[in-house]
């Protein structure tokens, strides 16, 4: 198990990476279409670009449950992940803008990678632990969906703080 594991560990990552990185460009190939600002980024805030992280993940965690359906606690170690995941991006980003004074566009790829490898270390390790039960699936659940709710919601009504401030026109949403 450890080995298909580590396999899909290492598939999700590529197929999270490539779609990610894709997702950021779709919204403005949509001509701005304002259903597919729900699940792409809407403008250069960092919360837009969570969704890079979230989405792609999302599937990812969907397949590879059916995937290991036989082993415990995926659904929850999935959503740990991507919790951790989008954590790693804030984290990073506000710490190296903090001491740098500015926004580097390598760097911001960059914190997109780094998020996503803690989003699957993560889960791997605690996927590979089997300490978290299956009964957990339903509370994981319901944190993907109300994540996604708020992604929505937010896209639309973003609270008027720094994290969903756009910061080359300063607007927020759409």
Excluded: Q, R
Excluded at 13 to 24: A, D, L, M, R, Y
Excluded at 72 to 96: D, E, N, Q, R, W
């Amino acid at each position: 198990m450890d080995k298909k594991l580590y396999n899909y560990s290492i598939i999700g990552f590529v197929f999270v990476g490539i779609i990610g990185s894709i997702s950021h460009f779709v919204f403005g190939w949509s001509n701005y279409t304002t259903a597919i600002g729900c699940f792409f980024p809407v403008n250069e805030s960092t919360w837009e670009h969570l969704k890079l992280i979230f989405f792609p993940y999302l599937i990812w965690a969907i397949a590879e449950y059916y995937l290991l359906k036989k082993e415990k606690g995926v659904l929850i170690s999935k959503c740990i992940g991507v919790i951790s995941g989008m954590l790693a991006v804030v984290i990073f980003f506000y710490t190296y803008t903090g001491v740098s004074g500015k926004s580097i566009g390598l760097l911001n790829i960059l914190s997109f990678f780094i998020g996503v490898g803690t989003a699957f270390l993560v889960d791997y390790f605690l996927i590979k632990s089997k300490k978290l039960s299956s009964a957990n699936e339903t509370i994981a659940l319901a944190v993907f969906i109300i994540i996604g709710a708020l992604f929505f919601i937010f896209t639309f009504a973003p609270p008027l703080i720094p994290l969903f401030k756009d910061p080359i026109n300063s607007t927020y949403g759409i």
